[in-house]
């Protein structure tokens, strides 16, 4: 079983809906969580961070975390085609350097 | 901004060289990454680095060697290129609060 797991996908959503980027990870002692995006052929950027369990809202971002059921989540509202990008999940092992280990990410298409 | 630049945005290099990737940041951060990053297999650890003249292996450090000899400069070395070595290297560092900056990645093809 890896180590963090996402939705495979692809993912394809009409314009203006709302699309939800799913997450799991298996080390109960994780205490750091991100959202990367990458566009086809660049390199990954991060979007969201998030520490604490609830939700976490950055303009049409949300991130939601819940440790109990060891879930994190991306909510990306009135989706454009512009957000038709890989996005990666991130968890961190403080103990280790800040070493996160990455999901193999979703791939997301919004279609005008 | 924290800039993390790598040298080479596309290398082409031939089997059995030994091979040099450059990495340097910008903002005085002392943890710094080399991933590789393929389709289907998705981001994976090479080495990494927590202070000038540390380092510590990743999942996959065979057939890799690192420097860090300045804390804003971390170099990933292939010892002798090899075609299953073919891949998109990437360098990050983070901030305090754990989020990676990742450079725009050196596309290396062994022939």
Request: glycine share 8%.
């Amino acid at each position: 079983q890896k180590e963090v797991e996402q939705n495979s996908g692809p993912l394809s959503v009409p314009e203006g809906a709302i699309a939800s980027l799913n997450c799991t990870y298996s080390d109960r002692g994780s205490q750091s969580f991100f959202w990367y995006r990458q566009y086809s052929g660049k390199s990954p950027e991060l979007i969201m961070s998030i520490y604490s369990n609830g939700d976490k809202e950055d303009g049409r971002f949300t991130a939601q975390l819940n440790k109990a059921s060891q879930y994190v989540s991306l909510l990306i509202r009135d989706s454009q085609p512009s957000d038709s990008a890989t996005y990666l999940c991130a968890v961190t092992y403080n103990t280790n350097a800040g070493k996160s280990t990455f999901g193999d990410g979703t791939t997301l298409t919004v279609k005008p | 901004d924290v800039k993390v630049t790598q040298s080479s945005r596309y290398l082409v290099k031939r089997t059995g060289e030994k091979v040099f990737l450059e990495c340097v940041q910008d903002m005085d951060h002392e943890n710094m990454f080399w991933y590789r990053q393929d389709p289907g297999l998705g981001l994976r650890l090479i080495y990494f680095s927590y202070d000038v003249k540390m380092k510590e292996k990743g999942d996959i450090p065979e057939g890799y060697s690192v420097s860090r000899e300045k804390k804003e400069r971390f170099s990933l070395i292939l010892e002798s290129a090899s075609t299953n070595q073919t891949s998109m290297y990437l360098c990050a560092s983070i901030d305090r609060a754990g989020g990676y900056t990742f450079g725009s990645g050196t596309r290396l093809t062994v022939v």
